[in-house]
Nanobody, 122 residues
Framework: QLQLVESGGGLVQPGGSLRLSCAAS????????ISWFRQAPGKEREGVSC????????KYADSVKDRFTISRDKAKNIVFLQMNRLTPDDTAVYYC???????????????WGQGTQVTISS
């Protein structure tokens, strides 16, 4: 069973930065696109960013474009989400997901991590 473990969440002041990590088991990065989703209280789940398995192409939600960067270390099976210029609107639980395809798509991911809390507050 493929496992995804997020880390790096925490409390940060507005304007600050955080880097989330997603450690994947097996060869997840070789077979699946890895995405980050987030969900804030009372809001719908939102796709934040995605990196494809084959060529490493990336996608971002408009709300995070130019502030967030997704990257990966395939040798270590880790995907990162660097988040800069954070605002209170970025407060949410962030989830790492895998699949269902090797490319980034709108299909529902096949695997989810347990999530990590990100709180932006002064």
């Amino acid at each position: 069973q493929l496992q995804l473990v997020e880390s790096g969440g925490g409390l940060v002041q507005p304007g600050g930065s955080l880097r989330l990590s997603c450690a994947a088991s097996e060869l997840a990065l070789d077979y699946y696109a890895i995405s980050w989703f987030r969900q804030a209280p009372g809001k719908e789940r939102e796709g934040v960013s995605c990196i494809s398995s084959d060529d490493g192409s990336t996608k971002y939600a408009d709300s995070v474009k130019d502030r967030f960067t997704i990257s990966r270390d395939k040798a270590k099976n880790i995907v990162f989400l660097q988040m800069n210029r954070l605002t209170p609107d970025d407060t949410a639980v962030y989830y790492c997901t895998a699949g269902p395809d090797y490319y980034c798509s709108d299909s529902k991911p096949g695997y989810w991590g347990q999530g990590t809390q990100v709180t932006i507050s002064s």
